[in-house]
């Protein structure tokens, strides 16, 4: 480092032993078992295997939930916790809250200015939950700006990879022209991430047997009381197509099974996975053996939990020592942005940053869902 910030996306690849990752979460509620056996599980993995950032998106929450915010701070803490208790180590990876790091919403500022209007109108997940979305006003500008201040998530700490699944790559596809844009432009100094084809987590139905989503009410949340987890499991939709206790039934189509071999040894699984389908045994049975299960599984965590919330400022600690790990970064990427753009002298800060090629703006493109049809 030089001078307590970072010179260069090229001295910061050098200077780790690990590539960095980073990976963000909405506070907009509770974490539900999708979540558990989905990204959760991921972010286990990569701490030990990457320079890990975890952030908190406070902002980003703003832009769905700004005309009632009121659980924004409650959720947030909420979550740290979920964290800490499910394993994740802030003395491995790095936890933040984006708003302690004020120098996002300056990045965002300056590829404000690099960014053509038409990219963020194309952008699919903007487009789909302006039509989809109906409780809520997204006509505000902090929603349209969304992948914008999503680029300057990812560039501000200088992040080598970021894991997405399919349908999240044009955000990460938009990052890439975004920040390609702006090294055109003033220098080649910010780090054009790459994508992880994250591990796809488990397909996780919710007690309707929908795909399990805060949004259709149908969760079992990772912080349930055993009284609520096992109420919900006995709500459980089963096959569709087993009325009567002596009618086979089918495994594959049967949401109980769904979740259940999502942690329930193999050959507990094959022996249900036979009775369902002779007969054997009926749903009411195999719904009270998975709420015991569930139950017992999420036990130590909830332990773990309960003794982390114990001392109230246990999250807010977590999220202070991480904006300390983050701050260094992230100030050192701004000052040498501010050079950049020619808001501040140039320095030692970006002396090995070459200057930008006259030629290179001619070579870009649109990220491909913002090519004219």
């Given at each position: 480092?030089?001078d307590?910030?970072?010179?260069?996306?090229?001295?910061?690849?050098?200077?780790?032993?690990?590539?960095?990752?980073?990976?963000?979460?909405?506070?907009?509620?509770?974490l539900?078992?999708?979540?558990?056996?989905g990204?959760?599980?991921?972010?286990?993995?990569m701490?030990?295997?990457?320079d890990?950032?975890?952030?908190?998106?406070?902002?980003?929450?703003l832009t769905?939930?700004w005309?009632?915010?009121?659980?924004?701070?409650?959720?947030?803490?909420?979550m740290?916790l979920?964290?800490?208790?499910a394993?994740l180590d802030?003395?491995?990876?790095?936890?933040?809250?984006?708003?302690?790091?004020?120098?996002?919403?300056?990045l965002?500022?300056?590829?404000?200015m690099?960014t053509?209007?038409?990219?963020?109108?194309?952008?699919?997940?903007?487009?789909?939950?302006?039509?989809?979305?109906?409780d809520?006003?997204?006509?505000?500008l902090?929603?349209?700006?969304?992948?914008?201040m999503q680029?300057?998530?990812?560039?501000?700490?200088l992040?080598d990879?970021?894991?997405?699944g399919?349908?999240q790559?044009?955000?990460?596809?938009?990052?890439?022209?975004?920040v390609?844009?702006f090294n055109?432009?003033?220098?080649?100094?910010?780090v054009?991430p790459?994508?992880?084809?994250?591990?796809e987590?488990?397909r996780?139905?919710g007690?309707?047997?929908?795909?399990?989503?805060?949004?259709?009410?149908?969760?079992?949340?990772i912080?349930?009381?055993?009284?609520?987890?096992?109420?919900?499991?006995?709500?459980?939709?089963?096959?569709?197509q087993?009325?009567?206790?002596?009618?086979?039934?089918?495994?594959?189509?049967?949401?109980?099974?769904?979740v259940?071999?999502?942690?329930?040894?193999?050959?507990?699984?094959?022996?249900?996975?036979?009775?369902?389908?002779?007969?054997?045994?009926?749903?009411?049975?195999?719904?009270?053996?998975?709420?015991?299960?569930l139950?017992?599984?999420?036990?130590?965590?909830?332990?773990?939990?309960?003794?982390?919330?114990?001392?109230?400022?246990?999250?807010w600690?977590?999220?202070?020592?991480?904006?300390?790990?983050?701050?260094?970064?992230?100030?050192?990427?701004v000052?040498a942005?501010?050079?950049?753009?020619?808001i501040?002298?140039?320095?030692?800060?970006?002396?090995?940053?070459?200057?930008?090629?006259?030629?290179a703006?001619?070579?870009?493109?649109?990220?491909?869902?913002a090519?004219?049809?």
């Open positions: 480092m030089m307590g910030t970072v010179p260069s996306s090229l001295e910061s690849r050098t200077r780790m032993t690990k590539k960095r990752t980073l990976t963000g979460y909405r506070p907009t509620g509770k539900h078992i999708g979540h558990w056996f990204n959760l599980q991921n972010m286990l993995t701490q030990h295997d990457y890990a950032y975890y952030f908190i998106a406070d902002w980003h929450a769905t939930h005309a009632d915010p009121s659980h924004v701070r409650e959720s947030t803490e909420e740290v979920d964290w800490c208790a394993g802030p003395e491995i990876c790095t936890i933040y809250r984006q708003s302690d790091v004020p120098e996002v919403a300056e965002t500022l300056y590829f404000s690099v053509p209007k038409p990219w963020l109108e194309r952008v699919p997940s903007y487009k789909e939950q302006r039509e989809q979305v109906t809520k006003d997204l006509g505000n902090g929603f349209f700006l969304y992948p914008l680029a300057a998530d990812i560039t501000i700490v992040a990879a970021v894991p997405v399919e349908d790559l044009p955000h990460l596809e938009l990052t890439r022209e975004i390609r844009r055109n432009t003033y220098g080649e100094y910010l054009e790459q994508a992880i084809i994250a591990k987590g488990a996780v139905p007690t309707d047997g929908r795909k399990m989503s805060k949004s259709y009410g149908n969760s079992i949340y912080s349930d009381s055993p009284d609520e987890m096992r109420a919900k499991v006995m709500s459980f939709v089963t096959d569709p087993r009325k009567l206790k002596t009618d086979p039934g089918d495994p594959d189509i049967c949401p109980l099974h769904a259940h071999k999502l942690f329930a040894p193999a050959e507990e699984i094959a022996e249900w996975d036979r009775c369902c389908r002779s007969a054997d045994c009926g749903c009411v049975a195999h719904k009270r053996k998975l709420a015991d299960d139950i017992a599984y999420f036990a130590p965590f909830q332990a773990r939990r309960a003794e982390l919330a114990a001392d109230p400022e246990f999250a600690k977590v999220l202070a020592g991480g904006a300390a790990k983050a701050r260094p970064i992230t100030h050192g990427v000052s942005c501010r050079e950049l753009v020619g501040d002298p140039r320095s030692a800060l970006t002396a090995d940053v070459e200057p930008r090629d006259p030629n703006r001619s070579q870009e493109s649109a990220p491909s869902f090519e004219d049809e």
